[in-house]
């Protein structure tokens, strides 16, 4: 296969094809450059004339899964993980957003009824993804649903309380996300991450800490922790799911997903405000939101902040628009992470560093006052003491004496107190 049809929705928008040595190169279909539509990224406008390599693999390889879980999606379906296009052949039929990919020429997957799960089967489901990713290897030959990120996940529809494996047709609701097994406690890490956010006034995804033996939070030997998270990128349209169509801020400015990282050449908070300022439907609006994420982030100890894990929503209401975060872990409390931030606030990468003068330069690295930037820092900060105090009543019982939660609330004191002092200074 040397070619592949891309689908916005299910709508054919245009073709990825394979060139010597790997390469890629993307062309809109007439019909999308004549109507107008289709869109796939800010990075890729509408345009007669083909998309070279350097051009479409920013938004092609930030579709893919990254590190172990991108190798081990490699070994379980046969293809080499640096190989963008065999691996999208493979397991492009669901992506991030409303885009899907199938062999050039060949029909839609028709829709079939979900395998639902009982708790049994989820245990057991579970228990396999890491030798099995997305079910490769089963009587079906695994699924076609590709998902961003380096850690072991599962696309699910969850429906009236049940959870299903679906193929992309009816599209999946949810996440399954596993924690690595490296890191003590990331279930309730990450789980704890989402809903201060979401207490704080701060948009992010909906997400419930889960076990697998039973649905009740009983904990027996064998239970196998899992994060369910609610995928912003669907909607639910008079009863149907709809695909909603998304990308991460590195596929949007056309950064490769190696360059993720503001220290590797990747976006920082200047390049990533000038997008949303040119770009966004709202600007004032999405920039006091990104600002708001920044520090929140910076609040938890979330190190690991980088381009990719901030998006914007490209359809609906108010689009283009800053998506809600996700994957709010804080990693600064696990012994070997970085003790630098993913991204640069105000041009220091360490935050017991941070200063007046960082807010100032951040300031301008968002085209704001700093009167502004300055008031916004304390709100934030007030806001997220505020969802500290209610900390145990936002996680199921099973999770919510975790001693790492106390670890984590010890983080934000701390830097609760920095940008106090940082603020004071200006």
Known sequence: MSALDVHLHDVLVGRLERLDQARLRFTYTERAVAEGNGSLSLSLPLRAEPFDDVECRPF???LLPEGDFLRAVGRAFGVAPTNAFAVLAAIGGECAGAVSLTGAGSPRPAERPPRWLGSHELHQLITSLPSRPLLSGDEEGGLR????????KLPVLFEGGRLGVTRGV??????????DVRFADMVANEAYGLALAAEAGIEAAAARPRLTSTHAFERSPD???HLLVRRYDRSDDGGAVRRVHQEDLCQALGFVPEQKYEADGGPGVAGCADLIRRRA??????LLAFLDALLFNFMIGNHDAHAKNYSLILEGPRAPR????????????YEGLSRKMAMKLGGEYRPPYVRGRHLERLAGDLGMGVPAVRDRALAVRDRVIEAVAGG??????????REILTRINGVIDDRSKLLADAAAEL
């Open 223 to 225: 239970d196998r922790e």
């Open 281 to 286: 439907a709202a600007p004032a609006l999405d």
């Open 392 to 401: 145990p009543a936002l996680l199921p019982a099973e999770f919510a004496d």
């Open 170 to 179: 009816p599209p999946s609701t949810h996440i399954i996300k596993l924690p």
């Open 322 to 333: 800053i998506a809600p975060l996700y994957d709010l872990l804080s990693t600064v409390v």
């Open 60 to 62: 092609f390889g930030g």
């Open 145 to 152: 649903l590709s998902l961003a990120g380096a850690q072991d």
